[in-house]
């Protein structure tokens, strides 16, 4: 079983601030995605690595995908309130984006 | 396209009681998930269909669990004999094949409460 470990579980900090949130597994991914969910919804898709090594930006998200493509962190800078929610990472074994194995989820909250 | 559909939003059911949820996709994709996920964890995969056909299926879907895709568009799952601990948010997800890119979409969910 493919199991993808996030860190930290919870973390709040204050707007302005500079943040890291972790995507650790033993197994190799094909590639990996991150998601957000807010209360009551769905989780929607972020963005997509695939090549280990890879770096992507979205605004104030820096995304990295490990050299092993085992890992990946989210960087978020200058977070806003609007950044609070529910932060899923998750990687899938194979190229035909089949089954996901979801990460545990990181829970931000940013206070005004 | 109106994103993925899932109803009802919300069920109440008392143990014991049959409840079925309903996914409509997004129409070109051929894909389609089913997720359950409890308080403050991340969504743990159910099964999911390729056109109408059931491609694989968790060891977390006991028999009281079914699922179905019979024309390759929308989906049901169906719980039977419910108990309490099934009580989670059921997501639903459509993705195109072989286009990891764009990943899943996901539905809103719905969420099961067995009293």
């Known amino acids: 079983t493919q199991l993808l470990e996030q860190s930290p579980q919870f973390l709040s900090i204050q707007e302005g601030e500079n943040l890291t949130v972790y995507c650790n597994s033993s197994s190799v991914f094909s590639s990996l995605q991150w998601y957000r969910q807010e209360p009551g919804e769905g989780p929607v898709l972020l963005v997509t690595v695939v090549t280990g090594g890879e770096v992507k930006k979205l605004k104030r998200l820096t995304f990295q995908f490990g050299d092993a493509r085992k890992d990946s962190s989210l960087h978020i800078t200058a977070a806003q309130p609007g950044d609070t929610g529910l932060y899923l990472c998750?990687?899938?074994?194979?190229?035909?984006?089949?089954?996901?194995?979801f990460g545990t989820g990181t829970r931000l909250t940013i206070i005004p | 396209d109106t994103g993925v559909s899932q109803n009802p939003r919300h069920k109440i059911t008392k143990r014991g009681q049959n409840v079925t949820f309903r996914c409509d996709p997004i129409?070109?994709?051929?894909?389609l998930y089913w997720y359950r996920q409890t308080l403050g964890q991340g969504p743990e995969f159910l099964t999911y269909?390729?056109?109408?056909?059931?491609?694989?299926k968790s060891r977390l879907l006991s028999d009281r669990f079914s699922a179905e895709r019979p024309k390759g568009s929308f989906s049901t799952l169906e719980i039977q004999r419910t108990e309490q601990g099934d009580s989670a948010m059921y997501l639903c997800?459509?993705?195109?094949?072989?286009?990891?890119?764009?990943?899943?979409?996901f539905g809103s969910g719905t969420r099961l409460t067995v009293v």
């Open positions: 269909f390729q056109n109408e056909a059931q491609l694989e």
């Open positions: 998750a990687g899938s074994s194979n190229f035909g984006n089949e089954k996901l194995t």
């Open positions: 997800a459509s993705s195109p094949r072989g286009d990891m890119g764009r990943g899943y979409t």
């Open positions: 129409s070109e994709h051929n894909r």
